[in-house]
């Protein structure tokens, strides 16, 4: 990479193709002060690594990958057979994904770890879009309401690191109003909570939760 945006740093190399900042006038230079610019060659480099990096730091991930530094880091270093003091920082991200995915197994609950099933028969059946895997289909038992449940540990790592909750659902039954889908609820410890966040009211009988919501037609 060329250091800065200075024409004798970064000049043009019409056999390649490149013209540099030796072919830039003050009609399209970044500014008159050419040396504290990056060049166009080393923009190259800066902004994509920069860009991976905040993926990686923001965008659902476990740890703070994107930042070398701290103990607790998944980090391996290696040093090069030589004299020079330079190393090689590898960074591996951690996911943890819980939930059903009929694109797995045989797609039954049970083969991906919900442990209580209840008030209802979960048929997996082929996914109609023809890429394969399955879809569950659902047929309530009369006068029961139909429960799956999962232990899920660390629950709160969602409010430290970020993550995402999705769900893909259909109502094959004819559409009608006030029509019962689905609720969702994940109950967190009071002690699990991480320091510096506060969950809103105190109801009586309530309790922290990252999910507590259901939903239903409204005509």
């Known amino acids: 990479h060329t250091p800065t945006n200075d024409p004798a740093d970064d000049p ?9 900042a030796a072919s830039r006038t003050n009609g399209n230079w970044t500014s008159s002060l050419r040396a504290s610019h990056f060049s166009s060659w080393a923009r190259r480099n800066i902004i994509p690594e920069r860009m991976a990096s905040a993926i990686l730091l923001y965008a659902g ?3 703070l990958l994107a930042a070398p ?3 607790a880091l998944p980090v391996t270093a290696t040093s090069a057979a030589t004299t020079d003091t ?7 991200p951690k996911v943890d994904e819980v939930g059903y995915n009929g694109r797995r197994g045989d797609g039954t609950l049970q083969q991906q770890g919900w442990k ?3 008030g209802a028969t979960f048929t997996p059946k082929a996914n109609p ?3 394969g895997g399955h879809v569950l289909a659902i047929t309530k038992a009369a006068g029961q309401t139909w429960t799956i449940q999962q232990p899920v540990s660390k629950g709160s790592d969602l409010l430290k690191y970020g993550g995402e909750l999705a769900c893909q659902f259909r109502l094959t039954t004819p559409l009608k109003e006030n ?3 689905f609720a969702f609820y994940w109950r967190i410890a009071a002690g699990d ?4 966040v506060k969950f809103l009211g105190t109801a009586r009988d309530a309790w922290p939760a990252l999910m507590n919501f259901f939903i239903q037609t409204d005509g």
């Open 12 to 20: 043009d190399i019409p056999a390649a193709g490149y013209f540099g």
């Open 61 to 63: 991930r476990k740890s």
């Open 69 to 71: 530094s701290g103990s």
């Open 86 to 92: 330079a190393a090689t920082l590898s960074y591996t």
């Open 116 to 118: 209580s099933v209840s």
């Open 129 to 131: 879009d023809g890429k």
């Open 179 to 181: 029509q019962y889908a």
């Open 193 to 196: 909570i991480p320091s510096g």
